[in-house]
């Protein structure tokens, strides 16, 4: 058992250690780039800009873990945001409408866990396919092709504030708030043992008396009120609401936790590399804004990476050492 | 004994399957005439032609899927590798307006089963889950369709007529495309029913230990389906270009959920091994039915989208309904047996 468990514990090691050479390096070469680079402010805005993305990649970890996928997570946004708008319009304060869009999110959510942890041989693909239609389709019904904005000017605050007087942007705060709230519930607690221990072994988990369908509901209702949350800063970051806000964002996110060690296909890696790889993909996107690259052709980009990062330890089979039990185990 | 009662659990099989597309076929037919009722234009000859004609590309598209499907896998790159080879195809003819229409559909074809290769490499070398996969090259293609044309469209007026006409003209009373779809289906429910790599799917999708053990080529044939769907893109992508006499960067987008929701509701199931060509005929025509019934009995096309995420879902929980009831049935016939032979 702490033989295997070390070798994981280097495994992970590596992987993140390697995160942080590339984040370096590409801090080197976006320094090379633009000299406003190498700045504090510079630095904090940069990260902020994209962090939305960052509450969605912390529960889209669990769901990875458990090895299901949840690609409906940008349709949710966009629903969740369009829903929080009209209610805003219709005369709702904000902060009771910011309310509606998390808990639209979780109903979405615990819509999706419903299907796939109650009904068996139903597979989270499918299910997540056809909501990520669902939910953008329900957004469209709702507010055709316009956009609704107007919101009270605290509300911008949410994306482009900062703490008091420092430089610190309060949506950073409220990431690493939440990532260690995430990392806790993974690292730390039985709840997080479980998830992992559905991810290794399905069976074996449902055998030992590990609440599968439980489990599963609540990571996929979690992953739908991170989708909400995503939505409220989003919105904020807009200024308005569109139904086809987020569009792509599914593959990112999921891009981001791969990249961060979370093997699709479940039981490996953790809420430190998936917000490692986050730092990383924000610098790569700045890197390549500096370069006037646009964003179809980083999506180009991203997708490779994606492709790359699952394929490459695949095809380098060497990997595979067989792991020794050792006799004083027993 | 032992044949016999397979034989027998074999042909209720059959006969569940056999009344699921005879349900399909009732429903089709009631929808029509309801549709009818609300809208008598729906049933014109002209009106139903056009139907057709926007399922003839959906069909073949759908066939592709099944493909993939069948061995447990998903292919949601079809959309963008259909506008990528549109917008290739778009930009030959315009420069080689002289290029025979033919050349250009198999043209499509090559260039898309290129495309097919390249997802299926990754998928049966790389050993990347399809959904991951597909994901990230739906995304891929999709970016190369906007780098190769520069965000511009290619429009009506830069093609040359050859080629729109190939959409427009008729063969037999009906329009080309209806009869390419028709040689696509006959070609296909021949590969499938009466090849041996047509059942070495089937045979991966509905166990993959047991297809490897026997001796199939499993890797081979993953990599397959794959490029098959995308020789079915390439070939939907050219005649989408004629039919719409336009190639755009966002051609199709979203379509993917329309190809899924036809293969599902034609009783494709998503866990592989089982779908037949027949049925994902009738689901590609149901689709069709719906879609354009939508704008003719007045429904927004805002509802398009959420429509059909909820068939999707609905066509699933049915299929495992189905699927479920049919396994029970042979159970407790098992039961049966068992008892008597005490």
Redesign the interface.
């Known amino acids: 058992m702490s033989n295997k468990e070390k070798l994981n514990f280097s495994t992970l090691f590596r992987w993140e250690g390697l995160l942080v050479i590339l984040i370096i390096g590409t801090s080197i070469v976006n320094g090379r780039l633009s000299t406003h680079f190498w700045s504090y402010a510079g630095i904090m805005d940069a990260l902020a800009v994209f962090l939305e993305k960052g509450f969605m990649v912390l529960s889209m970890v669990f769901v990875l873990i458990i090895g299901d996928i949840d690609i409906s997570v940008a349709s949710i946004t966009a629903l969740s945001s369009v829903v929080m708008a009209l209610f805003f319009k219709t005369g709702l304060p904000m902060e009771l409408a910011i309310f509606v869009a998390l808990a639209v999110g979780a109903g979405c959510g615990f819509f999706n866990g419903m299907l796939i942890s109650r009904i068996p041989n139903l597979s989270a693909i499918i299910v997540t396919l056809a909501g990520s239609s669902l939910y953008r389709g329900i957004a469209y019904i709702l507010l055709g092709d316009q956009a609704v904005g107007g919101f009270p000017s605290w509300y911008s605050y949410l994306a482009w504030g900062y703490i008091g007087k420092t430089n610190i942007p309060f949506i950073m705060v409220a990431f690493l708030l939440g990532a260690i709230l995430y990392g806790f519930i993974l690292h730390r607690s039985t709840f997080g043992r479980k998830v992992y221990s559905i991810g290794n072994n399905l069976t074996a988990a449902r055998f030992s008396g590990v609440p599968v369908a439980k489990i599963k509901q609540i990571i996929f209702t979690l992953n739908g009120l991170m989708a909400g949350v995503a939505a409220v800063f989003l919105t904020s970051k807009l200024g308005s609401s569109r139904p086809n806000i987020a569009t792509g964002y599914e593959l990112e996110v999921i891009a981001i936790a791969v990249l961060g060690g979370v093997s699709p296909s479940g039981g490996r890696g953790g809420i430190v590399g998936a917000c490692l790889a986050l730092i990383l993909m924000r610098l790569l996107r700045y890197g390549m804004g500096l370069k006037n690259i646009p964003g179809q052709v980083m999506m180009v980009i991203i997708g490779i990476v994606l492709v790359c990062v699952v394929m490459i330890p695949n095809l380098l089979t060497f990997r595979k050492k067989p792991i020794k039990l050792s006799k004083t185990q027993e | 004994m032992n044949t016999n009662e397979k034989s027998k659990s074999l042909r209720m099989l059959i006969k569940i399957r056999g009344f699921r597309e005879f349900g399909i076929i009732i429903f089709i037919i009631v929808i029509s005439i309801l549709i009818g009722i609300r809208n008598p234009r729906f049933l014109t000859w002209g009106n139903i032609h056009d139907m057709l004609l926007d399922t003839a590309i959906l069909s073949i598209l759908a066939v592709g899927m099944t493909l993939v499907l069948v061995t447990g896998g998903?292919d949601l790159s079809s959309e963008s590798g259909l506008a990528l080879t549109g917008m290739i195809a778009g930009m030959m003819i315009k420069d080689n307006p002289h290029l025979s229409p033919i050349l250009m559909l198999l043209f499509g074809i090559v260039l898309g089963s290129i495309l097919g290769a390249i997802t299926g490499l990754?998928v049966s070398?790389?050993?990347?889950?399809p959904?991951?996969?597909t994901?990230?090259?739906?995304?891929?293609y999709?970016?190369?369709t906007?780098?190769i044309s520069g965000g511009k469209w290619i429009n009506a007026y830069e093609m040359p007529d050859s080629f729109k006409t190939m959409a427009t003209g008729r063969l037999l009373g009906f329009s080309n495309l209806i009869a390419i779809a028709i040689v696509v289906y006959l070609v296909f429910y021949f590969f499938v029913n009466h090849t041996r790599t047509g059942r070495e799917i089937y045979a991966v999708g509905s166990n993959f230990e047991a297809a490897r053990i026997i001796g199939i080529n499993t890797g081979f044939i993953i990599w397959l389906v794959y490029t098959l769907s995308g020789a079915l893109y390439g070939l939907a992508g050219v005649m989408w270009v004629a039919r719409y006499a336009s190639a755009q960067n966002d051609t199709a987008s979203?379509f993917v959920?329309t190809i899924?929701a036809a293969c599902?509701l034609g009783g494709v199931s998503?866990?592989g091994g089982v779908g037949t060509i027949s049925g994902v005929l009738l689901g590609s025509i149901m689709i069709g039915i719906i879609n354009n019934a939508l704008p003719m009995i007045r429904v927004?096309p805002?509802?398009?989208?959420?429509?059909?995420?909820?068939i999707?879902?609905v066509a699933?929980?049915v299929n495992?309904l189905i699927?479920?009831n049919a396994e029970k049935a042979q159970l407790k016939q098992r039961e049966a047996r068992a008892m008597y032979h005490e």
């Open positions: 998903i990754i070398k790389g050993k990347v889950f959904i991951i996969a994901l990230s090259m739906m995304y891929v999709r970016g190369i906007f780098i979203g959920m899924v599902v998503i866990s927004s805002f509802w398009k989208m959420a429509l059909q995420g909820l999707i879902l699933v929980l495992i699927s479920r």
